[in-house]
Structures are given as structure tokens and as C-alpha cells.
Nanobody, 114 residues
Framework: VQLQASGGGLVQPGGSLRLSCAASGSILGFNNMAWYRQAPGEQRDLVAVITIGGGTGYGDSVKGRFTISRDNAKNTVYLQMNSLKPEDTAVYFC?????????WGQGTLVTVSS
């Protein structure tokens, strides 16, 4: 299964973006799917996760601003990002986890700047 992330770009502080992670196969094969981000010189951090049952979790820095969701029919996971801040600037990666393997998509760059 391949994961394709898209939707990044340049946005002003306070703005919104929606990232998409499209899988080449069914996402129902993943126990959970997640978004991570990595800023220059920093480690890759968990942003949000969604389980096959629809349960969600968020990193402390994005709680109340970001929402992760999934559309099983479209084999796609989304990350709605609102009230963006300059410190949200990073490359965002999607990840899928099965019982046997971890799959990463390529990153999509989000830049928050005026």
C-alpha cells in the first residue's frame, strides 16, 4: 500500500488548510492512521491519530485547532488545520500502521507566514 499526502502550501497566520492522505488500497487494513510533522532541525512528532474504530488523539500543541478524520470509501485520511500559527510550519507526513508494518507517505510542506 502506498500513501500519498497532499494539500500543503503557504498560508497566513490564523488561516486554514486541509491535508489529505490517499491510500492506494483500503485503509481498513490499517489499525490506525496518523499525521506527523517535522520542522527543520527537529524530530518528527505526532500530530494526530485516528483508529480503525474512529477514535482520535492529538498532540498537545494542536488540540482544539486540528481535526483528523477518515473517509473509508475514498481510502483517505484528512487533517483539517485551523488557526494556524508560524510554529506549525513543518513537513507533514501521513503514516499507516498494521499489525506487521508501518507505512509512510511522502511529506507535504506547510508554511505559515505573513
Amino acid at each position: 500500500v502506498q500513501l500519498q499526502a497532499s494539500g500543503g502550501g503557504l498560508v497566513q497566520p490564523g488561516g486554514s488548510l486541509r491535508l489529505s492522505c490517499a491510500a492506494s488500497g483500503s485503509i481498513l487494513g490499517f489499525n490506525n492512521m496518523a499525521w506527523y510533522r517535522q520542522a527543520p532541525g527537529e524530530q518528527r512528532d505526532l500530530v494526530a491519530v485516528i483508529t480503525i474504530g474512529g477514535g482520535t488523539g492529538y498532540g498537545d500543541s494542536v488540540k482544539g485547532r486540528f481535526t483528523i478524520s477518515r473517509d473509508n470509501a475514498k481510502n483517505t485520511v484528512y487533517l483539517q488545520m485551523n488557526s494556524l500559527k508560524p510554529e506549525d510550519t513543518a513537513v507533514y507526513f501521513c503514516r499507516g500502521a498494521t499489525n506487521r508494518a508501518i507505512y509512510w507517505g511522502q511529506g507535504t510542506l506547510v508554511t505559515v507566514s505573513s
